[in-house]
């Protein structure tokens, strides 16, 4: 295996939803892409921009399983995403609860991969009209801003305008993502982490529950 894919492989990628959605995912088995949803059963509570998300369903991947960008499970490569701070201060005129009740479901690359699900790239924030998509692992190493990714803060400079969107770089994945291939959850709180781990322990999911304040505004 080449080094860059095996490098590849062992990425993290991070989808955050709210605590509220968790049951559902459980009870279906999945995560499930926007498009394909039962919103009466796994999608309690509308934790994005619905104006972006409409727009993630006129937007085209130009590569198979082709579709639209609202066919795919979103994942980012790092916490602390724009999307994250936008919610968390109060910049989403439908959501108002903060960051306290949104959980990072943690899966990576290979488990990804390795489950035979289909799954492309983008270098940047898929609703942005300039971001490419891609599906060679040994291209992660180089499309990804890792530097913007490793960073605390992300903020467009006037000498690089563009951080803000390859921070939103994305890991897609088709219709659906089995909690099988999750390799656990993060939450800001130890409060919220005791509300999780109860939610596991009424369903067979064994899930490993961690507090990660740092990855939270």
């Not at 488990?111 to 998509?133: E, K, M, P, Y």
């Not at 040994?138 to 801003?145: I, R, T, W």
């Not at 659906?176 to 509300?195: D, F, W, Y």
Request: charged share 20%.
């Amino acid at each position: 295996m080449a080094g860059g894919t095996a490098r590849s492989l062992e990425r993290l990628v991070l989808h955050f939803t709210h605590i509220r959605n968790l049951p559902g995912i459980l009870a279906a088995g999945c995560l499930q892409a926007d498009n394909h949803v039962d919103r009466r059963s796994a999608l309690a509570v509308e934790a994005a921009d619905l104006a972006i998300k409409d727009s993630r369903r006129a937007i085209a991947i130009s590569l198979p399983p082709f579709g639209c960008v609202a066919d795919y499970v979103p994942f980012y490569f790092a916490h602390r995403s724009p999307m994250l701070y936008k919610l968390a201060k109060g910049g989403v005129p439908t959501y108002a609860e903060g960051q306290d009740p949104l959980i990072y479901l943690v899966s990576t690359v290979k488990a990804i991969t390795d489950a035979g699900l289909r799954w492309l790239f983008s270098d940047g924030n898929c609703a942005a009209t300039v971001t490419q998509v891609f599906d060679d692992l040994e291209l992660l190493g180089s499309v990804v801003d890792w530097q913007v990714m490793r960073t605390r803060m992300w903020n467009n400079t006037a000498e690089d305008p563009d951080r803000m969107r390859r921070r939103m770089a994305e890991f897609l994945v088709h219709e659906l993502v089995p909690v099988g291939c999750l390799a656990g959850i993060a939450v800001r709180t130890q409060g919220m982490k005791e509300q999780v781990e109860d939610l596991l322990a009424a369903t067979a999911v064994r899930l490993p529950v961690q507090v990660r304040p740092n990855w939270y505004f």
